[in-house]
């Protein structure tokens, strides 16, 4: 797996370390690590999937009390969508790809990679 930085490998395994993940599981892992690579995500993790309960909490935009920047929405939508498929009038190429800055564009791509079992 291609980590952009230290942290965001540390990030990423202290989020696999609290699901308990199976390197088989495709789906988890692009999740994981779309969260421990972005900074306002893995800030706002746990509106984002319950490590206790191991199951995803995101329940959309407006069921939450927090903001997420337009990059940090993007990588949500793609997050889910890899993760269970998830769509809506925003989940596209054009608008998840479109406006991410180097790093987040690099982030979305590995973690398709990831998904689909590429690495």
């Given at each position: 797996?291609?980590?952009?930085?230290?942290?965001?490998?540390?990030?990423?395994?202290?989020?696999?370390?609290?699901?308990?993940?199976?390197?088989?599981?495709?789906?988890?892992?692009?999740?994981?690590?779309?969260?421990?690579?972005?900074?306002?995500?893995?800030?706002?993790?746990?509106?984002?999937?319950?490590?206790s309960?191991?199951?995803?909490?995101?329940?959309?935009?407006?069921?939450?009390?927090?903001?997420?920047?337009?990059?940090s929405?993007?990588?949500?939508?793609?997050?889910?969508?890899?993760?269970?498929?998830f769509?809506?009038?925003?989940?596209?190429?054009?608008n998840?790809?479109?406006?991410?800055?180097?790093n987040?564009?690099?982030?979305?791509?590995?973690?398709?990679?990831?998904?689909?079992n590429?690495?």
């Amino acid at each position: 797996m291609l980590f952009l930085n230290d942290s965001h490998m540390s990030n990423f395994y202290t989020l696999a370390s609290l699901t308990n993940l199976n390197t088989c599981n495709t789906e988890l892992k692009s999740l994981l690590y779309l969260i421990s690579g972005n900074n306002d995500l893995f800030a706002k993790k746990d509106y984002i999937y319950n490590f206790s309960d191991n199951h995803l909490s995101f329940k959309g935009f407006n069921y939450i009390n927090t903001d997420f920047c337009y990059s940090s929405k993007a990588l949500i939508r793609l997050a889910i969508n890899l993760f269970n498929g998830f769509s809506d009038k925003y989940t596209d190429p054009f608008n998840l790809l479109a406006y991410l800055d180097t790093n987040n564009y690099m982030l979305a791509i590995n973690s398709i990679n990831i998904r689909f079992n590429y690495f």
